[in-house]
């Protein structure tokens, strides 16, 4: 059913209709619509569920760690500080491979305070071992959400869908809902083999020696890896049941003969999108959206950008001292690709500034110079003192 | 059934319940040799072959919760000495579900287990296991939150009143004058210059169902406090006194005397409280000077430095908050009492008496 | 062993068995230690009170009373006349009070009578050796009974014509009912195998010689008859009696000579009996000299008085003015008429060899008028018909603790002969150790070696495993009440009875209290159903057991020791 939402109450019932059994929250903005839309819901008696209102974003997803351990479907969202707070626990949720699913509502990580969207608090735990999908819209957003749970369960992994702050989650969209009877038939009721049970007393958690960590890691990388594929598969069923994809691991927009790339994620997408369509370009260009940021699509992205000459990578996020992690990332992965593409890359959009429509033009614009070293795009260095520029 | 049937089926659960045969013409079971553990008559929630010290009084001390625990449950564990004595992969000495997820969140992930376990209409009780560390310290905050949200969740503290697991550092829980590897003795300190944290009235301000103190040295006090904490819906606390011979610095044969000798001296008192009022205490039936609890752990050695005036002020410092203790919680027994300190353990054939 | 990796390295319940922590005991490891419970250590009669009190707090009084009777038949006897020297050594008077186990044998005794109980004897076959027995008293009653328990058979010869010998002749009603002694008695004698000849005397109606040749071993159990000659300086009043003929008349007959004023000399159970009886028959005042001393703290335990402590106790309470430290240095006449005598203190002390001797304090004589001194100062065997193996002796010497009568094979001596025992119970004891040292002569083997276990002292135990518990009152007849027929010591009830046992602290031995199954932090203690060998129903997992030393320590019993590793089990004892 289409319907005009908000894009945090859209999540609410997205995460609503796939029957979580226990949902743990600490509220932030710009997360907190989505945890309050799902109290509401419990209170109107829309969603059973076991809602443990915390008291930190450490216990909650301490709490969606137990209760998934113990077998239960399990979710929570979160932001920024709260994000970095879990940190913690995110890496050892993935260790233990229980399959969770949470919401990051991207916002700026302090100091200085923003509550504005950028990308820095996911990516400040790209390491954590998360399946990590970032959406352009709220669409994507809701079926995303949808297909994370199915992903979380077929690969015994946590998965993290990142939706821009305020940009989604704020934002009035027409929505189509996916109707409780359809996600029923494409999300199976929550089965863990390895759920804590007194009938079968397993140990969680194990201490283990030098001998054997190594071997460990190499099967959660491993896991990751072979979730790519069943991240693929599980949005083309999807499309198959719903008609819509959300872009597997990453999609190509544009000419397919444009030698112009630009590769974003999120909603960051959308503009660029509406940039390619509006505005008269010098050159063609086509744009690279990458969905899955973990794990990172190398191959996907090998062939995306074949016979691209320039590649122009955006971040909305910064490694202090390197530049922008998807940036390098892609850098990377393309090194050594022949003829690989000049790849410039930088950062916009940070805590929350807006990036305008032209902002496509001015990027291509910078193609016919050298390539430039990885720099945030969009700011204005004069409002630095010269020492600190 | 036949009176042959029936004859033929007692004799089979005789042997397989390692009955001696009713009569000589009937097999008797077969050497038991080292399957007699499996025959033990109580639950073996924790098995041997753990890693813990010689002597470990948090090993006992899990051991007996385990047993009053039963097997219809499941364990959220903070890290610790508990934890990694008893999980070196692929080795467990658990035989109920078990986690170990982090250092300060065990009430947390407990409560998520529980709510599991709700949302799914299980009755397992859920419990967390946490030293003082992981509840004094870093976990207190996910403790807090579990006991204030109303988890059915047993959580039982191990307090060995240090970090034993990374080598003896100080916890708030340590006690006054102790010595540990963050808060040595030396010219110019006596040990640990803060005092115990009162966790139990923290505890008790959440007025929570039911919270108590136990001790290692009262074995059949940890049973009764288990059972009904686990008969208890709703959150509830138990604190049991644990001796680590390594980190109070005594033999381990002696770690059930130093414990009980906390006990009467009144520097650790057993008492039990619901909603967060004291409904019942451990009467002391002598109480010992805390000298006579001091001088078995080297941990207090420098309060025995006669040459050193700080000592004799340390010692009596001490003593003075185990009168303070004896006086607030009106420990002294008005006469003797099989259920006081002298009482509690009296044993006699075919166990303890109460 | 390689391992599979689990997926986020889960392990599987109960794995950790696979490691053996046995490996971390450095140089001791637990054993149990069976060590002589003090109560057991110190029985004449060799009971093993902590076996059968331990019967009795399982509520089994049948089981407890055939455990109390594999040692000694006739507890309802011994629970009345014996000084309990087991209550004396009970390690529960560091704590509170002695077990009052000399109470409870009493009342199993009687419970066994009323309830009929039978020993648990086998007809001994028509082939089974057959021993002699002389002297139907405690002693040789108690031979016969162990005899027969070890498939002999017995016959017991005695001299009057009812059996008790001592018991009867010597222990007034006030302390031994007749029917007790008829009662264990009868239950005795009715055992298969045990044929009783009564008025039947070694030298008038048997010869020893007889005896010798037609049993497989003769048992000498004829007491002592005889009076020890008495006189001071020589000196001896008219129409003296003497203190166990006395006892004998009156108990006999009735028939007490009539005094004012008596005057007892000697120190045991028949000089304290004859004191009361006097006293109860008119006599105004009745004095014992003693040269022993009363019980205190001032006092040697071995200067005692050797009497039933209680009985002392009752003797002062009925009026009898016990002079201690004294004897009698001569008699006082007038004319040929006996008015008293003079006494002088005295102690045993240890002369210039060592060896201990009486010494009269030279200005302490005083005068003490009476109209009577009977002479209570010990009995020796009646030398008819053991002449050749007496000699000269007062008293038979049987080598030691097996009664074997050194110079002649297959001659046992047991009780009062001997010179060296002096209770009803002692002589059961021997009775027990002759028919066992009998049963391994008759089988070519070397008599039992002592029981050289170690005492369970009081430092052994870990008494913060038991509680202060008032010990069982004992009722008495008020003095005024008493007469020369009803029993003065009243017994317990069943109720007493198992609350007594209950205090039991099973010194030295395993008491199946579960703390050592309880406090071991490594689970190496395993509880079994069944005993496990060494007679307890624990075992130490020693592929587990660190080796810390917690049960030792918290063991209440003193039964487990830390001992280096390469010492096993010694042999079960009984």
């Known amino acids: 059913m289409r319907q005009a939402l908000e894009g945090s109450q859209a999540i609410a019932q997205a995460v609503s209709r796939c029957r979580p059994e226990v949902v743990a929250a600490y509220p932030i903005t710009p997360q907190t619509h989505i945890v309050e839309n799902i109290s509401k819901l419990v209170a109107d008696g829309v969603l059973d569920t076991e809602l443990v209102s915390v008291e930190s974003e450490f216990s909650a997803a301490s709490v969606i760690l137990g209760a998934a ?48 969207n950028d990308h820095a608090d996911s990516m400040a735990v790209r390491d954590c071992g998360w399946i990590q999908l970032h959406c352009l819209d709220n669409q994507e957003a809701v079926d995303s959400t949808v297909q994370a749970f199915k992903i979380a369960q077929d690969t015994e992994l946590p998965v993290m869908v990142c939706m821009d702050g305020f940009v989604l989650t704020h934002t009035l969209e027409v929505v189509d809902m996916p109707e409780q009877d359809l996600i029923d038939r494409f999300l199976p009721p929550f089965k863990f083999q390895r759920a804590l049970d007194p009938k079968r007393p397993i140990t969680q958690g194990a201490l283990v020696s030098p001998d054997f960590f190594g071997e460990i890691r190499h099967s959660h990388h491993a896991a990751m890896q072979k979730s790519a594929a069943v991240i693929e598969s599980v949005d083309a069923d999807w499309a198959a ?61 090998r062939e995306a950008t074949a016979g691209l000459r320039d590649l122009i990578v955006l971040d909305r996020a910064v490694t202090p001292g390197l530049g922008g992690t998807v940036g390098t990332e892609v850098k990377g992965t393309l090194y050594g690709t022949d003829p690989g593409p000049r790849i410039h890359t930088y950062a916009v959009g940070l805590g929350g500034r807006d990036i305008p429509l032209d902002i496509l033009p001015d990027l291509v614009a910078t193609l016919d110079k050298p390539v430039a070293p990885f720099g945030v795009f969009d700011a204005d260095l004069e409002k630095l003192a010269p020492e600190d520029r | 059934m036949t009176d042959t049937s029936n004859a033929t089926r007692l004799a089979e659960l005789r042997l397989k319940h390692g009955r001696p045969p009713a009569s000589p013409a009937e097999p008797s079971a077969p050497p038991r040799d080292k399957d007699l553990r499996k025959s033990q008559p109580r639950f073996r929630g924790l098995e041997a072959g753990h890693r813990a010290c010689q002597g470990c009084g948090e090993a006992l001390a899990t051991r007996l919760v385990m047993e009053s625990a039963g097997p219809d449950v499941m364990i959220a564990n903070a890290t610790g000495c508990l934890e990694v004595f008893t999980t070196p992969w692929p080795e467990s000495a658990w035989r109920v579900p078990w986690i170990h997820s982090l250092f300060e969140n065990a009430a947390a992930v407990a409560a998520g287990m529980e709510s599991a376990m709700k949302a799914k209409g299980h009755r397992t009780k859920v419990l967390a296991f946490g030293g003082d560390g992981g509840t004094y ?28 697991n990374t080598g003896i550092q100080r916890s708030s829980s340590t006690p006054h004058a102790a010595s540990t590897t963050t808060s040595p003795s030396g010219k110019a300190r006596m040990g640990k210059r803060h005092l115990k944290k009162d966790l139990l009235s923290i505890i008790a301000a959440h007025h929570i169902p039911y919270a108590a103190s136990a001790s290692v040295a009262y074995p059949t006090d940890i049973r009764r406090k288990v059972r009904h904490a686990m008969e208890t819906e709703g959150p509830t606390f138990i604190v049991i006194h644990s001796p680590c011979p390594l980190g109070w610095g005594h033999d381990g044969s002696v770690t059930i005397e130093v414990a009980r000798k906390a006990v009467q001296c009144g520097l650790f008192p057993l008492v039990e409280l619901e909603r967060g009022e004291v409904c019942n205490v451990m009467p002391i039936r002598q109480p010992q000077p805390v000298s006579e609890y001091l001088k078995l752990q080297s941990r207090f050695r420098h309060l025995f430095n006669d040459k050193d005036p700080r000592a004799l002020e340390e010692r009596q410092h001490l003593q003075a908050l185990a009168d303070h203790n004896i006086t607030l919680f009106n420990l002294r027994g008005d006469q003797a009492d099989p259920m006081d300190t002298a009482g509690m353990d009296t044993v006699r054939r075919g166990g303890p008496v109460h | 062993m390689t391992h599979v990796l689990t997926r986020g ?60 009777v594999k040692a000694n038949p006739l507890p309802a006897i011994t629970g009345r006349v014996c000084p309990h020297p087991c209550e004396t050594a009970c390690n529960r008077k560091h704590m509170d009070q002695p077990i009052a186990i000399h109470n409870v044998e009493r009342w199993l005794g009687d419970e066994a009578i009323s309830r009929g109980w039978q020993y648990p004897v086998t007809t001994p076959s028509a082939e089974a050796p057959k021993v002699a027995v002389v002297g139907a008293g405690p002693g040789g009653l108690s031979a016969a009974y162990h005899l027969v328990r070890l498939g002999y058979r017995a016959t017991v010869f005695e001299a009057l014509p009812e059996i008790g010998g001592l018991l009867r002749a010597a222990i007034p009603m006030t302390r031994l009912p007749r029917s007790i002694i008829d009662a264990e008695g009868e239950r005795l ?36 008859q005889k009076s020890r000659p008495w006189d001071v300086a020589g000196a001896v009043p008219q129409h003296l009696h003497e203190g166990l003929h006395l006892l004998k008349e009156w108990i006999d007959h009735g028939w007490l000579p009539e005094a004012r004023r008596v005057v007892v000399h000697g120190g045991g159970n028949t000089a304290v009996d004859l004191c009361r009886i006097m006293k109860r028959n008119g006599a105004e005042e009745v004095h014992l000299l003693t040269a022993s001393g009363l019980p205190g703290p001032d006092t040697d335990p071995d200067d005692v008085l050797n009497v039933v402590p209680r009985e002392l106790e009752e003797a002062l309470e009925e009026g009898i003015q016990i002079h201690p430290h004294v004897t009698i240095n001569r008699l006082i006449m007038k004319g040929s008429v006996f008015t008293g005598v003079e006494m002088v203190s005295l102690r045993k002390l240890p002369g210039q060899d060592g060896r201990k001797r009486r010494i009269p304090f030279e200005g302490t004589e005083r005068l003490l008028h009476c109209d009577m001194v009977v002479p209570s100062i010990g009995e020796i065997v009646d030398p008819e018909g053991i002449e050749e193996i007496l000699g000269q002796h007062k008293y038979l010497h049987p080598k030691d603790d097996t009664c074997e009568l050194g110079d002649h094979p297959g001659v046992y001596v047991l009780g009062d002969a001997r010179g060296d025992r002096g209770t009803v119970a002692a002589a059961i004891g021997d009775g027990r150790m002759a028919a066992l040292t009998i049963q391994r002569r008759i089988n070519g083997a070397e008599p039992l070696p002592p029981d050289t276990r170690e005492v369970a002292t009081f430092d052994k135990l870990n008494i913060e495993y038991f509680d202060r518990t008032e010990r069982a009152p004992l009722r008495k007849l008020p003095v005024a009440e008493r007469n020369d027929e009803s029993e003065i010591e009243l017994d317990l009830t069943g109720p007493e009875a198992a609350a007594e046992a209950r205090r039991c602290m099973s010194c030295g031995n395993c008491l199946a209290c579960d703390n050592c199954w309880t406090l071991c932090p490594d689970n190496a203690v395993i509880k079994t159903v069944e005993m496990a060998s060494d007679g307890t129903h624990y075992v130490f997992d020693y592929d587990f057991c660190k080796g810390c030393g917690l049960c030792s320590a918290e063991c209440p019993c003193g039964f487990i020791d830390m001992v280096p590793e390469d010492t096993v089990l010694p042999a079960a004892t009984t």
């Open chain 1, 69 to 116: 351990a113990a077998g239960a479907r399990a979710y929570t969202a979160s932001s920024s500080q709260g994000i970095l707070l879990m940190a913690e626990v995110l890496f050892n949720i993935s260790g233990l491979r229980i399959p969770v699913v949470m919401t990051c509502a991207n916002r700026a990580v302090s100091a200085p305070l923003s509550i504005w």
């Open chain 1, 241 to 301: 049941l719903t008609g819509r994809r959300c872009g597997g691991l990453l999609t190509v927009e544009g000419p397919a003969d444009a030698e112009t790339g630009v590769l974003a994620l999120g909603s960051m997408c959308g503009t660029l999108l509406e940039a390619m369509e509006t505005l008269p370009m010098d050159r063609p260009v086509k744009l690279i959206k990458l969905r899955c940021f973990r794990p990172f699509p190398e191959a996907a992205l």
């Open chain 2, 137 to 164: 310290d870093i976990g207190f905050q996910s403790l807090s939150g579990m006991l204030e949200r109303y988890h059915n969740v047993l959580y039982v503290c191990y307090d060995n009143e240090a970090y034993m």
């Open chain 3, 189 to 224: 004698l009715a055992l298969p195998g045990l044929e009783l000849l009564l008025r039947q005397k070694l030298g008038r109606d048997v010869s020893l010689a007889e005896l010798r040749s037609e049993f497989a071993a003769v048992v000498l159990a004829p007491g002592c």
């Open chain 3, 9 to 68: 390295a889960y392990a599987l319940p109960g794995t950790s068995l696979a490691f053996k922590t046995g490996d971390w005991r450095s140089t001791e490891k637990p054993l149990h230690h069976h060590r002589k419970a003090p109560c057991h250590d110190a029985c004449p009669a060799g009971e093993d009170q902590q076996a059968w009190l331990a019967r009795l707090q399982e509520g089994n009084l049948e089981g407890a009373w055939l455990e109390l």
